[in-house]
C-alpha cells in the first residue's frame, strides 16, 4: 500500500487577493494546508510566526518583491523552499528567481500540472 501523501504546509503570498485565494482552493484540493497572505512584508512575518513546506510568492508585489522577501528570510536563518510566480518575462527577473538556491519560477498563466510537478517533488523531498 502507498503511503498516505504529506499533508504540505503552503504558504501563498501575492498581492492580487482574488488570485491568491483561486490558488488556494486548487491546493487545498492537492491536499495542502494554506495560508494567504498579501504582500512580501506580511510573508515574512507570516514565516517568522509558523512553519511552512513550500512557499508560493508572486515575484512582483508593491511592499516587497518576492525574490527580496526569499533573500532576507534566507538571511534570517529560515529555510523553506520558493516558487516565484510571475507574468513578467523579462528574462533577467526569471534569472534572479532561479538562482535563489535553485528556485522554481512558473510564469502566469501557468498550468496546473506545472504546480501540481513542484507539490510532488516537495512531498517526496520530505519523505526522506
Known amino acids: 500500500m502507498d503511503p498516505a501523501p504529506i499533508r504540505l504546509r503552503v504558504l501563498i503570498a501575492d498581492d492580487d487577493e482574488a488570485f491568491a485565494k483561486v490558488m488556494a482552493l486548487y491546493l487545498r484540493t492537492c ?3 494554506v ?3 498579501l504582500g512580501g512584508r506580511p510573508l515574512l512575518a507570516a514565516l517568522g510566526d509558523e512553519d511552512f ?9 508593491p511592499d516587497l518583491p518576492g525574490t527580496d522577501a526569499c533573500a532576507d528570510a534566507a538571511a534570517a536563518g529560515i529555510d523553506v523552499p520558493f516558487v516565484f510566480m510571475t507574468a ?3 528574462p533577467e527577473l526569471l534569472a534572479r528567481g532561479r538562482a535563489l538556491s535553485g528556485r522554481s519560477v512558473i510564469r502566469k498563466p501557468f498550468q496546473l500540472e506545472r504546480l501540481d510537478a513542484v507539490l510532488e517533488a516537495r512531498r517526496e523531498s520530505s519523505r526522506r
Open 31 to 33: 491536499g495542502c494546508a
Open 53 to 61: 513546506d513550500l512557499v508560493v510568492a508572486d515575484v512582483l508585489m
Open 88 to 90: 513578467d518575462c523579462d
Open 35 to 37: 495560508t494567504i497572505v
